[in-house]
């Protein structure tokens, strides 16, 4: 009795704990929007405002950190209810004794959110988003994410701060490496099959994670390609190709969005209420989390938006930014301003509906420690099963930009000798690339340990030649002397990881440091080389296409790169990448993109003719104004001969279809894949239109002297755009459509779209 009466007593004493801590389950039969009213309704100021902010898991806050090791640095605040959650941080054992510290220890009990930039792959690294884009296989990038998701949430995360679904025109721009180029069509694409793979088919599923499609927006617009630069675009230009892989991603049901850094049209994104309001929560209905970039609501006030830290969180929250990234300006400035009646309390009780609607909808209250499970991070973290997906992806990733006179694939019969040289070559932490700080240095497979795999009777000699971060030339003789031994030289070179991804913007994108002086010497020796170019963008490669007889973009294949471009050297995957990026040929071309619009002078004749037509027209004096390798370029070890292109019906009525087709005929001795890609031109519009613009693609199988006849169904929404009034819908008249291997080599017909059909 006595026993008894001390435990009652307890609990009477600790009751505004331990009785509202069991609010992680709540009431299990009621709807989550139920269950969200009620928590809200228990919540003081400072409880809510702990809901928004989110902090990084390390002391030192110079960007992506990671913590893998208990600390007692958030005890307390956890305990407090000062923060929704870490990021950053992993390790299934770590992450559940901090779900137990919020669950059992903090007046409501409300579970951490763990966020980490898990943007292409966490301990098994696919190739850069970039890369993968090169696939043009949304199946396998479905897939990639489905293996970064299993990962993450079996490690602890709960929250990925990707897919970026920015359009990047702009090769100097770093993160066009994060993305999924220049085309508005196939970056949404590529960014809904990114949602689905993290988020499948149930959030509260534990190998699932929550998406946060970033960033809000126009960002790859930066003026100049120099991160964080500002944007000052149309309403046009941002509704017909920024806006659309946004509303892809948020279609496909992206949990959560992040606001840009950049400011739009003279207005900071966070603080954007046309974009952040009128557009993303009125028109488009979006009910997710808003979280901004890191301590970008502090920003506003270096941008002249804001005059302190007070009026930055008060121009924020109004305009729909829910959650404050590393700044604390939510948490210390807040309840001061909603007391005030600066902030209406309806501002601050909407977003924190929205973050506990995705803690419930995460399952967390339901189970805490869901992603928190010591087993299942064993089971799937480098699995073998998630390993081949990243082979596999990467094999997929690589383009093929040229190879003179079928230098590939190559024969160890003919190649005995294959000498393998460049800074990238035994290099296994750039492997990896920018964003990858989950994957450890040691895993990666580099290019030379694949050759030497698959050069199986021949003999592989390495060289360094020169290094990354250096101008020196020492090592230059030994590579020289290398090569002049060799049959064929397989020069790894381009960028390290940290030259490209956020903060990395170039003004010169051609090869760094020294080692275009290293190809040249090495081609000095009339040798044979292979180019394997790894970059997070697209480089200025015009002495390479003019002097080295095989080039392969290969990007930053990560975990299994070395044995991806073997197999692909080697013959044993036919290559069948695309480009997702115009490869330019000199820097003063950017940015540039095939999906341009044409001046009153349009420039359409031959630059190599001088004099062979006027010179005022929009044009370069010194280069022509086409890119090096165009937007879908890519080739293979087979040929692919298209004819016979048709449309069933000249017109295309409202409601109606438009069936085009072509035949591909496989005209080579090797099987492969091509991306048989179509594109139309409206001709005239009230507002002017594009040249081309890539509208369907399908990546098909050939065997050796196969032929199928390929059908692409139009209908007027494929014709759709934001018009001069400012509405969506088409407009009628004269179209061209266009098919081909790539966005300059194509085949056309034409068809009239007889009347609006307004949607």
């Given at each position: 009795?006595?026993?008894?009466?001390?435990?009652?007593?307890?609990?009477?004493?600790?009751?505004?704990?331990?009785?509202?801590?069991?609010?992680?389950?709540?009431?299990?039969?009621?709807?989550?929007?139920?269950?969200?009213?009620?928590?809200?309704?228990?919540?003081t100021l400072e409880e809510k405002v702990g809901q928004l902010n989110f902090v990084v898991g390390d002391l030192f806050n110079t960007g992506p950190t990671v913590r893998t090791s208990e600390s007692d640095i958030f005890n307390e605040a956890i305990r407090k209810g000062e923060i929704t959650g870490i990021f950053n941080i992993h390790?299934?054992?770590?992450?559940?004794?901090?779900?137990?510290?919020?669950?059992?220890?903090?007046?409501?009990?409300?579970?951490?959110?763990?966020?980490?930039?898990?943007?292409?792959?966490?301990?098994?690294?696919?190739?850069?988003?970039?890369?993968?884009?090169?696939?043009?296989?949304?199946?396998?990038?479905?897939?990639?994410?489905?293996?970064?998701?299993?990962?993450?949430?079996?490690?602890?995360?709960?929250?990925?701060?990707?897919?970026?679904?920015?359009?990047?025109?702009?090769?100097?721009?770093?993160?066009?490496?994060?993305?999924?180029?220049?085309?508005?069509?196939?970056?949404?694409?590529?960014?809904?099959?990114?949602?689905?793979?993290?988020?499948?088919?149930?959030?509260?599923?534990?190998?699932?994670?929550?998406?946060?499609?970033?960033?809000?927006?126009?960002?790859?617009?930066?003026?100049?390609?120099?991160?964080?630069?500002?944007?000052?675009?149309?309403?046009?230009?941002?509704?017909?190709?920024?806006?659309?892989?946004?509303?892809?991603?948020?279609?496909?049901?992206?949990?959560?969005?992040?606001?840009?850094?950049?400011?739009?049209?003279?207005?900071?994104?966070?603080?954007?209420?046309?974009?952040?309001?009128?557009?993303?929560?009125?028109?488009?209905?979006?009910?997710?989390?808003?979280?901004?970039?890191?301590?970008?609501?502090?920003?506003?006030?270096?941008?002249?938006?804001?005059?302190?830290?007070?009026?930055?969180?008060?121009?924020?929250?109004?305009?729909?930014?829910?959650?404050?990234?590393?700044?604390?300006?939510?948490?210390?400035?807040?309840?001061?301003?909603?007391?005030?009646?600066?902030?209406?309390?309806?501002?601050?009780?909407?977003?924190?509906?929205?973050?506990?609607?995705?803690?419930?909808?995460?399952?967390?209250?339901?189970?805490?420690?869901?992603?928190?499970?010591?087993?299942?991070?064993?089971?799937?973290?480098?699995?073998?099963?998630?390993?081949?997906?990243?082979?596999?992806?990467?094999?997929?990733?690589?383009?093929?930009?040229?190879?003179?006179?079928?230098?590939?694939?190559?024969?160890?019969?003919?190649?005995?000798?294959?000498?393998?040289?460049?800074?990238?070559?035994?290099?296994?932490?750039?492997?990896?690339?920018?964003?990858?700080?989950?994957?450890?240095?040691?895993?990666?497979?580099?290019?030379?340990?694949?050759?030497?795999?698959?050069?199986?009777?021949?003999?592989?000699?390495?060289?360094?030649?020169?290094?990354?971060?250096?101008?020196?030339?020492?090592?230059?003789?030994?590579?020289?002397?290398?090569?002049?031994?060799?049959?064929?030289?397989?020069?790894?070179?381009?960028?390290?990881?940290?030259?490209?991804?956020?903060?990395?913007?170039?003004?010169?994108?051609?090869?760094?440091?020294?080692?275009?002086?290293?190809?040249?010497?090495?081609?000095?020796?009339?040798?044979?080389?292979?180019?394997?170019?790894?970059?997070?963008?697209?480089?200025?490669?015009?002495?390479?296409?003019?002097?080295?007889?095989?080039?392969?973009?290969?990007?930053?294949?990560?975990?299994?790169?070395?044995?991806?471009?073997?197999?692909?050297?080697?013959?044993?995957?036919?290559?069948?990448?695309?480009?997702?990026?115009?490869?330019?040929?000199?820097?003063?071309?950017?940015?540039?993109?095939?999906?341009?619009?044409?001046?009153?002078?349009?420039?359409?004749?031959?630059?190599?003719?001088?004099?062979?037509?006027?010179?005022?027209?929009?044009?370069?004096?010194?280069?022509?104004?086409?890119?090096?390798?165009?937007?879908?370029?890519?080739?293979?070890?087979?040929?692919?001969?298209?004819?016979?292109?048709?449309?069933?019906?000249?017109?295309?009525?409202?409601?109606?279809?438009?069936?085009?087709?072509?035949?591909?005929?496989?005209?080579?001795?090797?099987?492969?894949?091509?991306?048989?890609?179509?594109?139309?031109?409206?001709?005239?519009?009230?507002?002017?239109?594009?040249?081309?613009?890539?509208?369907?693609?399908?990546?098909?199988?050939?065997?050796?002297?196969?032929?199928?006849?390929?059908?692409?169904?139009?209908?007027?929404?494929?014709?759709?755009?934001?018009?001069?009034?400012?509405?969506?819908?088409?407009?009628?008249?004269?179209?061209?459509?266009?098919?081909?291997?790539?966005?300059?080599?194509?085949?056309?017909?034409?068809?009239?779209?007889?009347?609006?059909?307004?949607?």
């Amino acid at each position: 009795m006595k026993k008894t009466f001390i435990l009652m007593l307890l609990l009477a004493v600790t009751g505004a704990t331990v009785g509202l801590s069991s609010f992680k389950s709540g009431n299990k039969k009621a709807n989550t929007e139920q269950r969200v009213e009620e928590l809200l309704a228990k919540m003081t100021l400072e409880e809510k405002v702990g809901q928004l902010n989110f902090v990084v898991g390390d002391l030192f806050n110079t960007g992506p950190t990671v913590r893998t090791s208990e600390s007692d640095i958030f005890n307390e605040a956890i305990r407090k209810g000062e923060i929704t959650g870490i990021f950053n941080i992993h390790g299934a054992a770590y992450t559940g004794k901090l779900q137990k510290i919020a669950v059992e220890q903090s007046r409501l009990g409300i579970p951490l959110l763990i966020g980490a930039d898990v943007i292409h792959g966490f301990k098994t690294v696919f190739p850069i988003p970039l890369g993968e884009a090169a696939s043009w296989d949304l199946a396998a990038i479905e897939k990639g994410a489905r293996v970064a998701a299993k990962e993450s949430a079996a490690s602890g995360i709960s929250l990925t701060f990707a897919p970026m679904a920015d359009v990047a025109r702009d090769a100097r721009w770093g993160r066009t490496a994060e993305g999924a180029g220049e085309d508005p069509y196939l970056v949404s694409l590529v960014t809904a099959a990114r949602v689905k793979g993290f988020q499948g088919n149930d959030l509260s599923d534990p190998l699932t994670i929550a998406a946060c499609v970033k960033h809000f927006v126009a960002y790859g617009a930066a003026e100049a390609g120099r991160d964080y630069n500002t944007v000052d675009i149309s309403e046009y230009e941002l509704r017909n190709t920024y806006l659309p892989p946004f509303k892809a991603a948020l279609d496909a049901g992206s949990a959560t969005l992040m606001t840009s850094f950049n400011e739009l049209n003279g207005i900071p994104a966070t603080a954007n209420t046309k974009v952040m309001r009128d557009i993303l929560r009125d028109e488009w209905g979006f009910k997710g989390v808003v979280i901004s970039d890191w301590q970008n609501i502090q920003e506003m006030i270096a941008h002249g938006y804001a005059q302190d830290n007070a009026h930055a969180g008060e121009l924020a929250i109004k305009a729909g930014t829910d959650m404050d990234m590393m700044a604390e300006i939510y948490l210390k400035e807040l309840p001061r301003l909603v007391k005030s009646g600066k902030v209406e309390q309806k501002y601050l009780d909407d977003a924190v509906r929205r973050v506990l609607w995705l803690k419930f909808k995460l399952g967390l209250f339901d189970n805490p420690y869901l992603y928190s499970n010591t087993k299942t991070e064993k089971k799937q973290v480098r699995s073998k099963e998630h390993l081949q997906a990243a082979f596999e992806m990467a094999q997929r990733s690589i383009v093929l930009l040229k190879n003179e006179k079928n230098l590939l694939p190559l024969s160890t019969t003919k190649a005995k000798k294959i000498a393998v040289i460049g800074p990238l070559a035994d290099n296994k932490e750039d492997m990896n690339g920018t964003w990858s700080f989950f994957g450890e240095a040691q895993h990666p497979v580099t290019f030379l340990e694949g050759i030497k795999k698959y050069a199986k009777g021949a003999e592989v000699t390495y060289a360094q030649g020169c290094e990354l971060y250096s101008d020196s030339k020492a090592k230059f003789d030994e590579a020289v002397a290398a090569a002049r031994k060799a049959d064929v030289v397989i020069m790894a070179i381009g960028e390290s990881a940290v030259m490209n991804g956020e903060g990395a913007s170039r003004a010169d994108i051609t090869l760094p440091g020294v080692q275009m002086e290293l190809v040249k010497a090495i081609h000095a020796t009339g040798k044979p080389i292979i180019a394997l170019v790894s970059s997070g963008r697209a480089l200025e490669l015009t002495w390479l296409d003019e002097n080295v007889p095989a080039v392969l973009a290969t990007w930053s294949l990560g975990s299994e790169a070395g044995n991806a471009a073997a197999s692909v050297l080697f013959g044993e995957y036919n290559p069948s990448g695309k480009l997702p990026v115009s490869f330019p040929r000199a820097v003063g071309q950017l940015p540039l993109y095939y999906n341009h619009k044409h001046t009153g002078r349009p420039y359409e004749g031959n630059h190599s003719e001088p004099g062979s037509e006027r010179v005022y027209k929009s044009r370069y004096r010194d280069v022509p104004n086409t890119a090096l390798y165009p937007f879908g370029y890519g080739l293979s070890y087979t040929t692919f001969k298209y004819d016979n292109l048709k449309v069933d019906n000249n017109k295309l009525v409202p409601g109606g279809q438009l069936q085009v087709s072509v035949d591909v005929t496989n005209t080579g001795k090797h099987a492969g894949e091509e991306v048989i890609q179509l594109y139309t031109r409206d001709l005239v519009g009230s507002i002017t239109r594009p040249v081309k613009e890539l509208k369907k693609f399908q990546k098909l199988a050939f065997k050796p002297g196969e032929r199928k006849t390929v059908t692409f169904t139009l209908t007027p929404e494929d014709l759709a755009f934001w018009r001069a009034d400012l509405t969506y819908g088409t407009e009628p008249g004269d179209f061209k459509v266009f098919v081909g291997p790539n966005s300059r080599d194509v085949q056309e017909t034409s068809f009239m779209l007889l009347k609006d059909s307004s949607m």
